[in-house]
């Protein structure tokens, strides 16, 4: 989209998933909730820690698990009005600190109270649980006021586990960052002309260097770079990599390749993924060319290029490529 000073900006996400170890303390936690239990450890000093550690606030390690709950008491809380997509529930609820019976410390989590009016500081509650478990904190979705209905259901989604909870050892954690990329007038000028299937750099009236994408400036020389040139959809892989490895974005199933691409008339690679030949056979100087998406599917971005090809001309040899390692 383009901004007020015809700026081309876009929503962008950072977006990848760890798995995580967990070890055996908090390891058997998550196991408990999935069973639909709550269990502390033991601390040198005889208390209980919710949610449990490995080691106390004085530097000792912890000891043996123990069950707690399933009731606790709210000891402090803030109210969310308007929640956010990321937070456990989509309508207002208040986060607070719930030390649950039998526990030393208060553990941080939801609680639906229904209204802000019936939130209070010191209030009972009891936790709601998942009907569908995988080993997560989210397995316990919220704490509601305390009934004898609320906890008669807490016992019962507990009542299905037997004997120790079995531990869950890892857990995918997703990791997102939601922001907003604006582009700058020179990278503008580099994406619009993508989607006329066009490749354009910015040469240093000093140096010469024709820079892609277009940037305000030389680095080298210091001075402003603010010639457009257009330069070649073709050129000369420079380096590669082969993917072998699967994630959730790739862009197709491994193996495949990655490249930097020298273009006729570029100084600077462009890099992209390349096709139509095994991983086997790629190399350094090998002769490609783009190949661009169809006509309906262009737009302002560096996926008009779908990918480059070999070209079947001979390879460059290393003087064409050396200085561009």
């Not at 996400?13 to 760890?18: A, S």
């Not at 967990?22 to 639909?36: D, E, N, Q, S």
């Amino acid at each position: 989209m383009d901004g007020d000073d015809g700026v081309l900006e876009a929503p962008y996400r950072l977006e990848y998933t760890y798995t995580r170890s967990t070890g055996p303390v908090i390891g058997r936690f998550l196991g408990a909730l999935r069973a639909g239990t709550l269990e502390g450890v033991r601390t040198a000093d005889g208390g209980v820690m919710v949610p449990p550690l490995e080691y106390d606030t004085t530097g000792a390690a912890t000891g043996e698990a123990v069950a707690v709950g399933p009731g606790g008491v709210v000891t402090t809380w803030a109210w969310v009005n308007e929640p956010r997509k990321e937070h456990p529930l989509a309508k207002p609820f208040a986060w607070a600190l719930v030390k649950l019976d039998g526990a030393s410390t208060a553990m941080l989590h939801a609680v639906d109270a229904g209204d802000l009016a019936a939130m209070k500081t010191g209030m009972r509650v009891a936790p709601r649980w998942r009907a569908e478990r995988t080993g997560s904190v989210r397995d316990l979705e919220c704490f509601v006021p305390e009934t004898p209905f609320a906890l008669s259901e807490a016992q019962r989604a507990g009542s299905k586990g037997e004997g120790a909870p079995e531990p869950v050892p890892l857990f995918p954690s997703p990791v997102a960052l939601d922001y907003t990329v604006t582009a700058g007038h020179h990278l503008s000028t580099y994406l619009r002309a993508m989607k006329e299937k066009r490749i354009v750099g910015g040469r240093c009236p000093a140096c010469q260097k024709v820079y892609l994408p277009p940037r305000g400036a030389c680095p080298t020389c210091g001075v402003p770079a603010d010639a457009v040139v257009d330069v070649a959809d073709r050129g000369i892989v420079t380096t590669f990599c082969v993917i072998r490895i699967p994630f959730d974005a790739a862009p197709f199933p491994p193996p495949y390749i990655a490249v930097a691409v020298i273009l006729e008339g570029a100084d600077l690679p462009l890099f992209h993924l390349l096709r139509g030949i095994p991983p086997e056979e790629a190399r350094m100087g090998m002769r490609v060319r783009a190949v661009w998406a169809p006509d309906e599917e262009l737009g302002p971005t560096l996926a008009s290029i779908k990918w480059f090809e070999p070209t079947g001309e001979p390879d460059a040899d290393t003087a064409e490529i050396e200085r561009h390692l």
